[in-house]
């Protein structure tokens, strides 16, 4: 797996996009908004020059990096890549029509895997002329930091291209976690009623944002409590997931969404990325106020 095709250059494709360079393969990173590519440039620069100033990496490694890593505007470009990782839009029919173009271009023997957080992969692999090529890797965000890599077979997916994912994050250094393609997976179930819940507690009146942060961090010994993890991962995204995963769990009320997020995703205070979700932020992410 050494050359690696990334289509969507937001947060999670860009953060993948450095996983890949860093561990040495030919990336390219495709997004259909230039501006999307520019910054995702810039950000790597910036996350690079902080890991040189901090004595993590010299100059060279900063420079190998970035020169593994090219930024293109046409899906076709992606044509060799031995693996593409799609970390688009949440949205079943806009990733099967990606899927269904991309496989036109690409080796027979290529995978092509989804970076979903909520969506079946049966589905997304049901577009596809092999849907046996296709197969989940969920990163978290973000992912350079975080080790866990969920791996998700469809029922489609082959044990061949199963095991060579496997392999192939194993050797980018990421801890894999094997699991069926259900809502939600592992990681992203368990943290439904934790958000969820953490929202009833404030649309009941009990507690504040700021309170309940505080409150888990300070006790649950979590980096972020539950509000921050939200604005850092993206309104519009963590609803977006609730829903999908309520309704794929047949309206099950454990995972029910809340009007709170989804008020705040429908008026674009989606988080850091906006500078404002349920706090402000600065433009270099502190907050600003609640
Ligand atoms: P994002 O909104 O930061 O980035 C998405 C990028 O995809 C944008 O730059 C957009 O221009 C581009 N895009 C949209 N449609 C496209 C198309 N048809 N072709 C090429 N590029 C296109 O989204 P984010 O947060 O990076 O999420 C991407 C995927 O990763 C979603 O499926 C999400 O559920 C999943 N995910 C998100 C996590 C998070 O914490 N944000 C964590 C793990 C998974």
């Excluded at 990334?6 to 993948?16: A, K, N, Q, V």
């Excluded at 061949?160 to 392999?167: D, F, H, P, S």
Aim: proline share 3%; charged share 25%.
């Amino acid at each position: 797996m050494k050359n690696i095709g990334i289509i969507g250059s937001g947060t999670m494709g860009s953060g993948i996009a450095q996983v890949a360079a860093t561990a040495g393969c030919m990336v390219k990173l495709y997004d259909t908004k230039q501006e999307a590519l520019d910054k995702s440039k810039a950000a790597l620069e910036k996350i690079l020059n902080r890991l040189v100033q901090k004595g993590r990496i010299d100059e060279a490694e900063k420079n190998r990096i970035q020169g593994n890593i090219s930024y293109v505007d046409a899906l076709k470009d992606l044509g060799d890549s031995d693996l593409t990782i799609e970390a688009i839009v949440e949205n079943l029919e806009i990733k099967q029509k990606v899927f269904a173009e991309l496989e036109t271009y690409v080796s027979d023997t290529a995978i092509i895997a989804s970076n979903t957080s909520s969506l079946s992969i049966a589905s997304i692999a049901s577009a596809l002329q092999k849907p046996e090529r296709c197969i989940g890797i969920h990163f978290f965000n973000p992912a350079p930091l975080m080790k866990l890599v969920e791996v998700i077979p469809a029922i489609q997916t082959s044990k061949e291209v199963l095991q060579t994912v496997t392999k192939t994050i194993s050797d980018w250094k990421k801890v894999v976690a094997v699991a069926k393609d259900t809502p939600g997976f592992i990681v992203n179930r368990v943290a439904r009623p934790f958000y969820g819940e953490s929202l009833r507690i404030y649309e009941e009146g009990i507690a504040d944002f700021a309170t309940i942060d505080n409150a888990l961090k300070t006790l649950g010994n979590f980096r972020m409590g539950p509000f921050e993890l939200m604005d850092f991962i993206g309104n519009d995204v963590n609803y977006t997931v609730t829903e999908t995963v309520f309704t794929a769990f047949y309206y099950d009320s454990r995972y029910k969404p809340s009007f709170t997020q989804k008020r705040l995703s429908e008026a674009g205070y989606l988080g850091r990325k906006t500078g404002k979700g349920y706090y402000d932020y600065d433009e270099n992410g502190r907050v600003t106020s609640s």
